[in-house]
């Protein structure tokens, strides 16, 4: 029974790129949550979505960060034209059935921006 | 403005001691409160959790504490090992509408 299932666990860019990160929910699991980690800090939430809807990104920076969670496949977090301060790790998690029921994180995707 | 505020931020206690990590919110809406244990390279994973309607509740050796007249919540770790060093996080949430709030943690060491 896997977990979450997040890919790639490291993944470097260059100030200007963009960046994807994947993220296959739990078995049966149709709610995903985005969160974002700095170092010494705890975890931020930036987005939430069901099947192709997003329901709350009211943690989401306005430009630049976009999510999605389509009918089929992984859902992907897409960060454009990354900057330094995107250096981060960034971890999914997903839960059954309604919100907060338990969140099952994923291990997490480290965003370097050099 | 931290919604959830977790102290203290780092703790050292000999095998066997009982660690404390404290929470305090302001937050009345809250309803949902979870503890997550997180070690180096993971992801964070679900420890204990408890609604306000009771004011303690054990799991094996984790034991959360919670008071709502002082909007504090606690967790304590009876007979800590080594293998419990990592770090904790605190968090809370109201049932099914907002999303779930993390505090900032606390990096135990448990040594022997």
């Known amino acids: 029974n896997a977990g979450v299932m997040q890919n790639p666990r490291h993944l470097v860019r260059r100030r200007g790129q963009e960046a994807r990160l994947r993220c296959s929910p739990m078995?049966?699991?149709?709610?995903v949550y985005w969160y974002r980690q700095l170092p010494e800090e705890g975890l931020k939430f930036m987005v939430y979505?069901?099947?192709?809807?997003?329901?709350?990104e009211s943690g989401m920076p306005k430009e630049r960060f976009s999510a999605e969670f389509p009918k089929e496949g992984p859902s992907i977090l897409r960060i454009q034209q990354v900057v330094r301060g995107d250096s981060a790790a960034y971890f999914c998690?997903?839960?059954?059935?309604?919100?907060?029921?338990?969140?099952?994180f994923g291990n997490g995707t480290r965003l370097t921006v050099t | 403005q931290q919604q959830v505020k977790q102290s203290p931020q780092s703790l050292i206690v000999q095998k066997g001691g009982i660690p404390i990590i404290n929470c305090a919110y302001e937050?009345?809406?809250?309803?949902?409160f979870p503890w997550y244990q997180q070690f180096p390279g993971k992801g964070p994973a679900l420890l204990i959790a408890?609604?306000?309607?009771?004011s303690e509740k054990k799991e094996g050796r984790f034991t959360i504490s919670f008071n709502k007249s002082a909007k504090q919540f606690s967790l304590h770790i009876m007979d800590s090992q080594p293998g419990d060093s990592a770090t904790y996080f605190c968090?809370?949430?109201?049932?099914?509408?907002?999303?779930?709030?993390f505090g900032k943690g606390t990096r135990l060491s448990v040594i022997a």
């Open positions: 979505l069901q099947k192709e809807n997003i329901i709350d």
């Open positions: 408890i609604r306000p309607d009771v």
């Open positions: 937050n009345t809406a809250f309803d949902y």
């Open positions: 078995k049966g699991h149709s709610h």
């Open positions: 998690a997903s839960s059954p059935y309604q919100r907060n029921s338990p969140l099952h």
């Open positions: 968090a809370a949430s109201t049932s099914g509408n907002t999303p779930l709030v």
